[in-house]
């Protein structure tokens, strides 16, 4: 049985971080860096790693594409566990590059996207270039004769591959967090904390008004919140999309399970990605409970009144 984790890597990424925050006891030999999303899930999908660690959103960029891509291709995968890791850039470079000598920055590009504005001010002349990983392009701008000057990493990648910190801090919004997702093949769903999340993707059944609608009201009607929706094109065609959504709960949750049943019924399809607990169980989280009249036991007493209405033992 395989008992190594992948991730994307190479070493020094974001995604080791919340690898190594999610499974603390895994010994370094045993963490397999890859060197894209595709390539982690395809090393879980296969069976040679016993789960993968892949990025799924960030608080400013949004959705992770490549991992959203893969969520609805090829064989399914199940999300266990979830992380969130804060993120911090730093402007890397080998010790004999100066600030002023920087003429092309290679990073990720969702780094990029988060540091535009301190590039603006600093760097305006400067050519950009992107990368797998944050960690990636430190490991390019650290290689003798480089094509790039300096690389937009964390100061990890700027340690492991021997380059110098030019700048700190460089995002344009403080406290940007990306969110992490450990993924492993379809079997047995983490059991209810009380405090989970649920995964999945809707695809509705053609286009038609008010079907977004009638998907959300599943879950409205019985007190799921849902904490993100996100639509994605599903490939088949321009105007085609699918919906990606996160709702407060586990699927063993009488009210969720309501939802996606419901779900179920009117979409063409539903794809479950998992129950799990939730990184965000805060006391402000906790607040947004359920309304009275759906709660697990409200769903129990329902349901036994209406088996005694079908047995003629109650009005």
């Known amino acids: 049985m395989a008992t190594r984790y992948a ?23 045993d963490r397999l860096a890859c060197p894209s999303v595709d390539a982690v ?34 064989e399914p995968l199940l999300i266990t566990a979830e992380g969130a890791v804060e993120v911090q850039f730093s402007l890397l470079a080998r010790p004999e590059v100066q600030l002023e000598d920087v ?17 603006w001010h ?26 790039y000057d300096a690389a937009i990493a964390s100061s990890i990648a ?10 700190e801090r460089l995002a344009d919004r403080a406290g940007a967090t990306t969110r992490f997702v450990h993924l492993a093949l379809p ?28 998907l959300l009201n599943q879950f409205s009607v019985r007190g799921v919140n849902l904490t993100r929706l996100e639509s994605r094109p599903t490939g088949d065609a321009l105007g085609s999309y699918c919906f990606f959504i996160d709702a407060e709960g586990h699927v063993a949750d009488a009210r969720l399970g309501e939802a996606l049943m419901g779900s179920r019924r009117i ?12 990184t965000d169980a805060t006391a402000e989280v906790d607040r947004l409970v359920p309304r009275r009249e759906t709660t697990n036991a409200d769903f129990a007493e329902a349901a036994d009144w209406l088996s005694r209405v079908r047995a003629g033992q109650a009005q």
């Open 122 to 147: 600093h760097l305006p002349d400067a050519q950009t270039f992107t990368a797998p990983s944050t960690a990636a392009a430190a490991q390019l701008a650290a290689e003798p004769g480089s094509d």
């Open 7 to 29: 991730y994307l890597g190479p070493e020094g990424t974001f995604t080791e971080v919340a690898l190594r925050q999610l499974k603390p006891d895994v010994r370094p030999g």
């Open 267 to 278: 979409c063409r399809d539903v794809l479950f990605l998992g129950s799990y607990p939730r």
């Open 187 to 214: 079997g047995s769903v983490p059991e209810p904390t009380g405090h989970d999340r649920t995964s999945l993707v809707a695809f509705l059944d053609g286009d038609q008004p008010g079907a977004l609608v009638e």
């Open 158 to 167: 700027g340690e492991h591959y021997g380059l110098t910190p030019l700048a």
């Open 41 to 74: 899930f395809a090393a879980v999908r296969g069976g040679d790693v016993a789960g993968g660690v892949v990025p799924l959103e960030n608080s400013v960029e949004g959705g992770v594409t490549s991992t959203l891509a893969e969520m609805v291709t090829g």
């Open 103 to 119: 003429k092309r920055v290679v990073t990720h590009p969702h780094a990029l996207a988060q540091c535009r504005g301190w590039m």
